[in-house]
């Protein structure tokens, strides 16, 4: 079955940097367009960034254009999202997703926490 699991989460100060992973696995990875979203307590989750099949493009939320950069190894079947300049507003659960025959499948999450 479809699994996505995260890791790299933690707490970080304002203008640090972390790499967020998902190791995907029981599909064919470099088929699927994949995404990174993200939850903060009381928000709803919200769309991070985007990568088409074999990085053919790739699109992020205003919030996070120009710190942030998703990227996949289609070998290990991994998608990357590298965050830099992070801010207390990005404070969140992120969270790897692919949409499979109009099924949503995610991961189980990794805490982010930005704070002084």
């Known amino acids: 079955q479809v699994q996505l699991v995260e890791s790299g989460g933690g707490l970080v100060q304002p203008g640090g940097s972390l790499r967020l992973s998902c190791d995907a696995s029981?599909?064919?990875?470099?088929?699927?367009?994949m995404n990174w979203y993200r939850q903060a307590p009381g928000k709803e989750r919200e769309l991070v960034a985007v990568i088409g099949v074999r990085e053919s493009f790739t699109n992020y939320a205003d919030s996070v254009r120009g710190r942030f950069m998703i990227s996949r190894n289609d070998l290990q079947k991994t998608v990357y999202l590298q965050m830099n300049n992070l801010k207390p507003e990005d404070t969140a659960r992120y969270y790897c997703?692919?949409?499979?025959?109009?099924?949503?499948?995610w991961g189980q999450g990794t805490q982010v926490t930005v704070s002084s």
């Open positions: 997703n692919v949409m499979i025959t109009l099924t949503n499948h």
């Open positions: 029981g599909f064919a990875f470099s088929d699927y367009l």
